[in-house]
């Protein structure tokens, strides 16, 4: 009975981690200006603007979307696989309403806190508007000149683009 749980366990996973992915490319020159974005947390601010140069993986999460959750941490994973932080740069931001909670899920998935924003209330539903995030969350990868190029990208993907 336990094997066949801990199998039931790992499809679910393993089917959420492929369908968090859209690989959804866009060429930059069709591509979408992403919105500007300042982030004030704990005595870091993180905006946009000052990003500009590097692709941006923007990933919004919150720990009541399981999709989004398995997304944010194979993100992590990439990023601490990948030797890329001249030109290229992990962010996610967490809409947790409990900023210990959002704390403890990224002590226990093992998350580079310093690419962790926990946003609440108003600034989370101006971000959530802004972004359009109504249908649930997504990661877009912006280029280096703004634009948004891709949406859910896989890691495949992440690699191809970046030509890693």
């Not at 720990?63 to 398995?70: H, Q």
């Not at 600034?123 to 280029?143: M, P, Q, S, V, W």
Request: proline share 2%; charged share 25%; aromatic share 10%.
């Amino acid at each position: 009975m336990k094997k066949t749980m801990i199998f039931i366990v790992f499809f679910v996973v393993l089917l959420i981690s492929v369908s968090a992915h859209t690989d959804k490319v866009i060429d930059a020159n069709n591509g979408y200006i992403a919105p500007s974005l300042t982030l004030d947390y704990e005595k870091e601010t993180l905006s946009l603007e000052e990003l500009k140069g590097k692709y941006v993986l923007l990933s919004f999460w919150s720990s009541t979307d399981a999709i989004s959750r398995v997304a944010c941490n194979e993100y992590t994973s990439f990023t601490k696989q990948v030797n890329a932080e001249e030109q290229f740069c992990f962010v996610s931001i967490n809409f947790d309403k409990s900023e210990g909670l959002f704390k403890e899920i990224v002590k226990r998935d093992n998350l580079n806190a310093r690419t962790q924003f926990n946003v609440q209330g108003d600034e989370a539903n101006k971000i959530k508007r802004t972004f359009h995030l109504e249908d649930g969350y997504n990661t877009l990868l912006i280029d280096p000149t703004g634009r948004i190029v891709a949406t859910n990208p896989s890691t495949t993907a992440l690699t191809k683009i970046l030509s890693l």
